[in-house]
């Protein structure tokens, strides 16, 4: 089966630019996330949809930082006005529905890395 | 609050020899634990991961991982590593809500 799907590969800005990242997710997966990942650290989530609604965006930055999923398939995070601190490559993840704390079948897309300048 | 530790940042391991990762955790119940691993241009991969049962767990590529109560420790362990192990090693827990919280990573370099 095809995996996520994540574009562009890699992506330079000056800071106070605007960005955007895509994701698409593999079929039929009702359940996807973005995660922020810094150098150094490990994945941070910053929003999860299930199907085209919100489920959790307790840790996405809303003055800076804004996700859609309009069709419940793919989705777009766009960060404006981005800052050096947002350097990191962002991933996306998708699962079928119902896999719950198991996280069976969740799988993670190769991300876009980010160099704020 | 629950938390993920990997003690060691950077691990540096002949090829042929064996290979343990440590990962500590803090969660107020039995936690589902899990190690990914995340290769250079990859998406984290699962290696395994442990729910319940059986606390010695199989996974995929020779990794294998204990789960200890006592010490709050979910190590990965491999007994001889090749070369395209390589690679970023994340464990990771899922509170009550699913949510994946993964530890700071261990990177791993395999020398000749």
């Known amino acids: 089966e095809a995996g996520v799907a994540q574009s562009p590969r890699y992506k330079i800005i000056e800071k106070r630019q605007s960005v955007a990242f895509w994701c698409n997710p593999i079929?039929?997966?009702?359940?996807l996330y973005w995660y922020q990942q810094i150098l150094g650290q490990g994945p941070k989530l910053l929003i999860q949809?299930?199907?085209?609604?919100?489920?959790?965006d307790s840790q996405l930055p809303k003055d800076r930082f804004s996700a859609e999923r309009l069709k419940g398939v793919d989705s777009t995070l766009k960060i404006q006005p981005a800052k050096l601190e947002d350097s990191a490559v962002y991933l996306c993840?998708?699962?079928?529905?119902?896999?719950?704390?198991?996280?069976?079948?969740?799988?993670f897309g190769s991300g876009t890395q980010l160099s704020v300048l | 609050a629950q938390s993920v530790t990997q003690p060691d940042i950077h691990i540096t391991v002949s090829e042929g020899a064996s290979l343990e990762l440590r990962c500590n955790y803090s969660?107020?119940?039995?936690?589902?634990l899990f190690w990914y691993v995340q290769s250079p241009g990859q998406g984290l991969q699962l290696l395994l991961k442990?729910?319940?049962?059986?606390?010695l767990v199989q996974g995929i590529k020779g990794f294998e991982a204990e789960f200890k109560r006592s010490q709050s420790s979910f190590n990965l362990r491999k007994p001889s590593v090749h070369w395209s192990d390589a690679a970023e090693y994340f464990c990771?827990?899922?509170?009550?809500?699913?949510?994946?919280?993964f530890g700071a990573g261990t990177q791993v370099v395999v020398t000749p």
């Open positions: 079929s039929g997966h009702a359940t």
């Open positions: 969660y107020g119940a039995t936690p589902y």
């Open positions: 990771a827990l899922t509170d009550s809500w699913g949510k994946l919280q």
């Open positions: 993840a998708s699962r079928t529905q119902g896999s719950g704390k198991t996280n069976e079948k969740l799988f």
């Open positions: 949809f299930q199907n085209n609604g919100v489920v959790d």
């Open positions: 442990y729910f319940s049962g059986d606390t």
